[in-house]
């Protein structure tokens, strides 16, 4: 069992940063592969972003590549997600999941509850 908790979400004017951090709690953590997802008001939820267990190569939707970066702290059991350069159509609440991929992406296990991002104009 893996027990997920973002924080850091919140307002932010355009062009601004926001850093989201991951906390999991549980012994399995360094196990899987760590992604963040986002879902804005009426419409699917998206993969935004994820970081392999060990190696810690990562991947990006295009949307987000160049802006955002996804990390790992494997001894504070912790994921985290800079956003830079963030615009109005970022806004969504964010996600982090815990995936069991072993190559590709998508296979979750666990979801957190999620933190809001709200981007203005």
């Known amino acids: 069992q893996v027990l997920l908790v973002e924080s850091g979400g919140g307002l932010v004017q355009a062009g601004g940063s926001l850093r989201l951090s991951c906390a999991a709690s549980g012994r399995t953590f360094s196990r899987y592969a760590m992604d963040w997802f986002r879902q804005a008001p009426g419409k699917e939820r998206e993969f935004v972003a994820g970081i392999r267990r060990s190696c810690g190569s990562t991947y990006y939707a295009d949307s987000v590549k160049g802006r955002f970066t996804i990390s790992r702290d494997n001894a504070k059991n912790t994921v985290y997600l800079q956003m830079n350069s963030l615009k109005p159509e970022d806004t969504a609440v964010y996600y982090c999941?815990?995936?069991?991929?072993?190559?590709?992406?998508?296979?979750?296990?666990?979801w957190g509850q999620g933190t809001q991002v709200t981007v203005s104009s």
């Open positions: 999941a815990a995936d069991r991929s072993p190559t590709g992406w998508g296979m979750i296990d666990y």
